[in-house]
């Protein structure tokens, strides 16, 4: 019986080994390198879509201010927005639809591919046709649930009614919007879904800007919207072959309803909070739903920019690196690297030039200055729970990458129960604001617990430097923040007129000579994920 031989010793198993590892590495790099041009497409869509949702929310400004008209149209459109969530939205998208789309995308089961997607297509149209008729016939009923019975103003209650009836039937046409966005993903093809949001945003500032000063246009406007999303993305489904099929019992739909179950119960008890916070809201006054939204409009901006774009383009090379830990914790640690490096100087510029930018952005036509500071001191509460939202939502991509849907559900009820409890003890003494820090405080604990899942499941990620990208990325947005915040005293004390000018010139000037510092302090801490960062966006333009 011949001895076993040392592979040290055997010269072609080591060449064997070699090229195997060489492919990994060739196959790693490929993988990192589809990652990162899909994030850039993303990350270039995110700037178009917010640049419009800017312009769509400074539009709105003008045309209604804070008025109680606006808190009526969001609290109608809050219904159709919940509902899609729950049955077509981001979660079950991102959770079931992208990684069970995923499995079919091998050009030998293209077939199959479109099978599945023409199963959930004509699924999602007889349960969103279900709901639109329900809220159609309950609208007084569901506008009494949201808080409308709240308002000061008794003409604020019908209104309510009358928009929920109009924006009802949105619902309907985002969700076949999503459900055709989830198989382009899965496909790797993002360039035209990634603009819906934009084409979303263009529908609701052309039919506002026709129909000015009346807050159906927004209703409206959010419908025309809606099927642009869907007529957007067609030309990249041109090899689509769709047949209807309502089969319940179809392989694909058990396979989505498995992953998203677990989901359902936590999104249920998330959209709670969300109706109670909208409720406790309108405690506090007619118009303090519109200070929320606006706040959301400006610390969503980061996110969608940095952290959505990014999240979505790993979400594909997770669930095809789920079955392989070490490849698939390297991408993941990638990407955390990135959100990080890129959220906390966000974070800090956006709380110091806060004031200035709402001034820039809303304060114009019927928003008034008063409602700039209130804005504003409801954002900067908001700014504290952005770094760990970045972070949180990343690791729930990762989880559903990896097909667990039932933990981040779990942390989401956990979370919502807590922040429903700050809230109800902080509304009497802080009123609005109280709501804002029960939010802030339920998005650390949230991300607290999903890194401490991460610990138990993946034994962490030690060894990959985010702690390192951490440190650095913190200590260059502390300095830059202290650079902003002095070169904002220095403008603001230049005698600047109130107007466009001297507003421009105060955010403008401070964001700029942040922007410098940032990369000058990268370059010094030796941030290598900037210089990525740029090499990419140059390199993909």
Known sequence: MAAPQDIDGDPAAVASEAMTESEELAQQTEQNRRFMNAAVVLIVA???????????????????????????????????????QLIAGGEMMNSSLVPVFSDYVARSRREELWAAFGTVVSLVIVVLSAAVLLVELFTPQIAWLVGARNLEDPTLFPLTVNLLRVTAPVMLFLSLSSVMMAVLYALQRFTLPAFTT?????????????????????????????????????????????????????????????????????LLVNQAGIFIGYNLATLTGDSSVN?????????????????????????????????TLQTFKKTLAQGLRLVITLILPATVGLFVLSLPIIQLIFEHGRFTPVDTIITAQVLRIDLIGLPFAAVDLMLVYASYARKDTLSPALVGIVSVVFYVAVALVLLEPLGLLGLMVANAAKLVLHAAIMIWLLHRQLDGLRGFKITNVLLKSGAASLITGLVVWGVLWLV??????????????????????????????????????????????????
Do not use: C
């Open 46 to 84: 995110n700037v178009v879509q917010r640049v419009l949702g800017m312009a769509r929310e400074i539009v709105v400004a003008n045309l209604f201010g804070a008025s109680p008209a606006l808190s009526a149209f969001n609290l109608a459109k809050l219904v159709p927005d919940t509902l899609y």
């Open 198 to 266: 934009a084409v979303f945003n263009i529908g609701i500032i052309a039919v506002a800007l026709l129909w000015p000063e009346n807050v159906f246009a927004l209703a409206w406007g959010m419908m025309v919207g809606s099927i642009l999303m869907i007529a957007l993305q067609l030309p990249a489904l041109r090899d689509m072959s769709l047949r209807l099929n309502f089969n319940w019992r179809h392989p694909v739909v058990r396979r989505i309803l498995r992953l998203y179950a677990p989901i359902v119960l936590g």
């Open 492 to 541: 603001q004390n230049l005698g600047l007129p109130p107007q466009l000018p001297g507003q421009l010139i105060q955010v403008l000037v401070p964001g700029l000579t942040g922007g410098v510092v940032f990369l000058a302090m990268s370059w010094l801490l030796k941030i290598p994920e900037i210089k990525l960062t740029f090499d990419l966006l140059r390199r993909r333009l």
């Open 291 to 323: 200070y929320m939204r606006y706040s959301t409009t400006l610390y969503q901006l980061p996110m969608g920019l940095v952290v959505v774009a990014l999240s979505t383009a790993i979400l594909p090379t997770l669930a095809q690196q789920s079955s």
